[in-house]
């Protein structure tokens, strides 16, 4: 693993603009170095994108790696600033790969999310693969405490990243859309809300393949929560991980 090389508190490094906001860079730096430590990146297709206010734009932009690097290998060199309406590029050498718009219209359709995590999960595409769930189950008592809705699981063969009609008719409803086949984005206020969804969400996936497969070993059930209790869980959510304060 590349070593970690993070910008100082300067105002700017050679080759950024002085509006440059080095914290978020390093941000993007920080969890992409997290998500590659947990064996979640496989490519150079997963991204983290992160809304912010612009002064010197006046505008809202995204912040997010370009295409063809692996968030394993980002450095601030990688990454890729963009207009959040126009999405005209205001900094980088390169585009983000065609996934960003699937970002930026999940952020245009949810006014409080300010960032966004994509990622293939090896556990995640696997099991939807076999057991092509629409809805969700539990065998944990805290995961949907750290989502606080319920996933959307799309169909089939449908993309979000090539194709963000769908995103409208779900984004409002949910912290985390699946596509089986291809993987997950979460989201959330901030990048470390959006990656403790990421990282839950596919964790529940692997005690799920867990319980199955000691459950056909053993012949005895799995004991999924009760919908009573997932229902609860993403009510109270809030208040049990961050005890109602504003993030």
Known sequence: MPELKLAGPEASKPGLPTWFDLAIGNSILQYGQRLAA????VNTLGNIAIRNHCPYW?????????RGVSLEECGLEHLAVLDMQSNELLHGRFRPSAGHQMHREIMRCRSDVNATVHLHPNEVISFFAVMQWREMAYVSNDTALVM?????????????????????QCAHDTNCIVMPGHGITSFGRDLSEAFHRAVAFTAEISRLITSQCLSAATGKSVVYASDEQVQH?????????YGGMHR
């Open 233 to 241: 869980m993403y009510e109270s959510g809030e208040q049990v991980i």
């Open 58 to 66: 006046r505008r809202e932009v995204i912040y997010t790696k370009h």
């Open 148 to 168: 606080g809705k319920p996933p959307c699981i799309l169909r089939e063969g449908v993309n979000i990243e090539l194709d963000v009609s769908a995103i409208g």
């Open 38 to 41: 947990r064996q979640l990146l």
